[in-house]
């Protein structure tokens, strides 16, 4: 492994630039880091569902899948840092599209849209899959600018699914259940 960073702030970021991993520097708005960013951003709020689940909790699958996806998305940053970089493989999907079929398979039939809560766990789920969501839509953006892995693109299309199917999982466990949208309400 590389160089540890022994001092934390470089002042080399002032300009409003950052290095990339192959060392070339671009604009901290740049497409490339709003999508790396985007992908540290919701390795983050992955880590906010991991804590309100524990390790030795009722329900260590979900753990152990998430603390795999944390890894996942931790590749997944450094292939983006570094242009023409490929981390992310076709096996870390069909193991995401193994675990959401699994997970789906023990919830009840969806016959209705519902509404992010369920709980604090699940509540966190559902923005990690929002996140999940926006970090995928930066990728087609860069995608249109410079050569980006398909599978990357791919990973996180399915983790966005994994992550609504671990919500509806952590919402049935927590006892509160799911909100179902009501299209007919009173207001």
């Known amino acids: 492994m590389g160089h540890r960073l022994s001092k934390i702030y470089t002042r080399t970021g002032d300009d409003g630039s950052t290095g990339l991993g192959d060392g070339s520097r671009v604009s901290k708005d740049h497409l490339r880091v709003e999508a790396y960013g985007t992908v540290d951003e919701l390795n983050s709020v992955v880590g906010m569902v991991l804590a309100e ?74 923005l990690a899959r929002t996140v999940a969501r926006r970090a995928e839509r930066r990728l087609i953006s860069l995608s249109a600018q410079d050569a980006v892995n398909e599978e990357a693109r791919r990973y996180l299309n399915r983790l966005s699914d994994l992550l609504f199917v671990i919500a509806r999982r952590l919402a049935v466990a927590s006892g509160e259940g799911e909100r179902l949208w009501q299209q007919d309400r009173q207001r």
């Open 53 to 126: 689940l524990s390790e030795a909790g009722p329900d260590q699958e979900v753990f152990h899948c998430l603390v795999s996806v944390q890894h996942d998305l931790f590749d997944l940053g450094g292939e983006l840092s570094i242009p023409e970089m490929q981390l992310v493989k076709a096996d870390a999907i069909e193991r995401l599209e193994s675990t959401l079929d699994r997970f789906n398979a023990e919830l009840k039939p969806l016959k209705e849209f519902i509404l992010p809560g369920g709980g604090r766990a699940a509540s966190c789920c559902h």
